[in-house]
């Protein structure tokens, strides 16, 4: 861990260096333009950011997700994106973001957060392939997991933001 992190939530003049990051780690512009779809859209649930020494080093964004279930819709979460500076990574900064909002989004009471990402990696923070397999998704594949704090529904279809359509 980097000592001096500070993790908080996302602010209105962090936008163009969030931009910048995503686009730097993912080597494209693809998901900074998915953010700011799903904030103009209103679909943030939750985004923080990481900064050291003031500098902006890593974002997390979950926007609401949908479970359609034959006779109800249960509300959850997709973690999506998240992301480190090249060159930071692999310092605990990720982690740093996963933890600290994860434990908001308990406190807050939802319930079920699904990633598309590394089983590896996400299976350290609970998420399983095993606990989203009953989900009917456009991504359904092994590597879309979910990880449940309570109760929380395993079938269903998984409804994305529609800023996730364009992808």
Same mark, same amino acid.
């Given at each position: 861990m980097i000592r001096g992190l500070v993790i908080r939530e996302a602010q209105d003049a962090d936008v163009d260096g969030i931009r910048d990051l995503l686009t730097?780690?993912?080597?494209?512009?693809g998901e900074a333009l998915l953010v700011e779809r799903l904030r103009r859209? %209103?679909?943030? $649930?939750? !985004?923080?950011?990481?900064?050291?020494? %003031?500098?902006? $080093?890593? !974002?997390l964004f979950f926007?609401?997700?949908?479970?359609?279930?034959e006779h109800e819709t249960f509300p959850a979460l997709a973690l999506a994106p998240l992301a480190v500076t090249p060159?930071?990574?692999r310092t605990g900064?990720?982690?740093?973001?996963?933890?600290n909002a994860h434990h908001m989004l308990q406190v807050a009471g939802e319930r079920l957060?699904?990633?598309l990402g590394d089983a590896a990696?996400?299976?350290?923070?609970?998420?399983?392939?095993?606990?989203a397999a009953g989900f009917d998704s456009d991504y359904q594949c092994e590597h879309l997991q979910a990880l449940a704090w309570g109760e929380a529904p395993t079938a269903g279809r998984l409804r994305y933001?529609?800023?996730?359509?364009g992808l």
């Open positions: 730097d780690a993912f080597a494209g512009a859209q %209103g679909d943030r $649930v939750l !985004e923080l950011v990481a900064t050291h020494e %003031g500098t902006l $080093v890593g !974002e926007s609401r997700l949908e479970v359609a279930g060159g930071r990574q900064i990720g982690t740093a973001l996963v933890e957060s699904v990633v990696y996400y299976g350290r923070f609970g998420y399983r392939h095993a606990r933001a529609s800023a996730f359509a």
